[in-house]
């Protein structure tokens, strides 16, 4: 069975950048579409940036769209985030996810059968 581990959360001022690891362990992504989601206290959890196995398509969502980029390493069984222009609404605990999502459901957590832990990111000003 597959686990996630995500790492590289943490505090940022506005502006600045951050990367996020999510490493699995038990057994191999590569089979598998990945995503990251964030959840902010009160609030749903919200889809952020994807990247499907089929063609390798990559979905972001509007609010991040231009400054996160979703990455994998097959070979490193790794995906990643890099953030850049951090806002102080990008404050949220992140989560890898890995999953078969029809099309459809590729923005969607219902998408997903594999979860990390989550790795919390602050912005501040």
């Known amino acids: 069975q597959v686990h996630l581990v995500e790492s590289g959360g943490g505090s940022v001022q506005t502006g600045g950048s951050l990367r996020l690891t999510c490493v699995a362990s038990?057994?191999?992504?590569?089979?598998?579409?990945v995503a990251w989601f964030r959840q902010a206290p009160g609030e749903e959890r919200e889809f952020v940036a994807a990247?499907?196995?089929?063609?390798?398509?990559?979905y972001y969502s509007d609010s991040v769209k231009g400054r996160f980029t979703i990455s994998r390493d097959n070979a490193k069984n790794t995906v990643y985030l890099q953030m850049n222009s951090l806002k102080l609404e990008d404050t949220a605990v992140y989560y890898c996810a890995g999953g078969r999502p029809i099309l459809s459901t590729t923005q969607s957590s219902s998408g997903y059968s594999i979860w990390g832990q989550g790795t919390q990111v602050t912005v501040s000003s």
């Open positions: 038990g057994g191999t992504l590569s089979g598998y579409s």
């Open positions: 990247k499907r196995l089929s063609g390798g398509y990559t």
